[in-house]
């Protein structure tokens, strides 16, 4: 009876294993979608539906790659900048290609250069490209500090 039982645990052991190894070759074998720009296409689909994704993957998955979180919070377009300056732009660029950032940011390298404070103002930066990331009140008080006017004394905006 002995003999039986421990020979029924060992059929039953080895047929788990050999479903389990079958069940990773199986998902080990990308599908067909993951062609070789699947790193740059893959968000839409995973925006679109990601059950797709779940399928194979678990949410630990995203974080081997996406340092922020995804989908990002309402709050992320306030706050990105101070997290892109912490991993200097390689979290944003697992995801997302430079010419992504310029459609807001308009070609302005991030961080601003060291003689960015001296340069912008003949640089044709214009409010409304500056207001893209900051709010008036910066502008007020950096130009306030540095007596910053313009031929006819009045404070820039």
Same mark, same amino acid.
């Given at each position: 009876?002995?003999?039986?039982?421990?020979?029924?645990?060992?059929?039953?052991?080895? *047929?788990?294993?050999?479903?389990?190894?079958?069940?990773?070759?199986?998902? +080990?074998?990308?599908?067909?979608?993951?062609? =070789?720009?699947?790193?740059?296409?893959?968000?839409?689909?995973?925006?679109?539906?990601?059950?797709?994704?779940?399928?194979?993957?678990?949410?630990?998955?995203?974080?081997?790659?996406?340092?922020?979180?995804?989908?990002?919070?309402?709050?992320?377009?306030?706050?990105? *900048?101070?997290?892109?300056?912490?991993? +200097?732009?390689?979290?944003?660029?697992?995801?997302?290609?430079?010419?992504?950032?310029?459609?807001?940011?308009? *070609?302005?390298?991030?961080?601003?250069?060291?003689?960015?404070?001296?340069?912008?103002?003949? =640089?044709?930066?214009? +409010?409304?490209?500056?207001?893209?990331?900051?709010?008036?009140?910066?502008?007020?008080?950096?130009?306030? +500090?540095?007596?910053?006017?313009?031929?006819?004394?009045?404070?820039?905006?």
């Amino acid at each position: 009876m002995r003999v039986r039982a421990l020979l029924i645990l060992g059929v039953v052991t080895v *047929g788990g294993l050999l479903a389990v190894t079958a069940w990773y070759a199986v998902a +080990e074998e990308p599908p067909q979608t993951h062609t =070789s720009q699947w790193q740059w296409l893959h968000g839409r689909e995973a925006v679109r539906d990601l059950t797709t994704c779940n399928a194979c993957h678990d949410w630990h998955s995203c974080q081997t790659c996406h340092l922020a979180e995804w989908p990002h919070d309402e709050n992320w377009q306030a706050i990105h *900048g101070d997290e892109a300056l912490r991993l +200097e732009g390689r979290g944003c660029y697992l995801c997302h290609r430079e010419s992504y950032c310029n459609p807001c940011h308009g *070609g302005v390298r991030m961080p601003h250069p060291d003689d960015f404070m001296n340069a912008h103002p003949d =640089s044709g930066y214009t +409010e409304q490209s500056c207001q893209v990331c900051h709010v008036q009140r910066e502008c007020d008080v950096c130009h306030q +500090e540095h007596d910053a006017h313009t031929a006819g004394g009045v404070n820039r905006p």
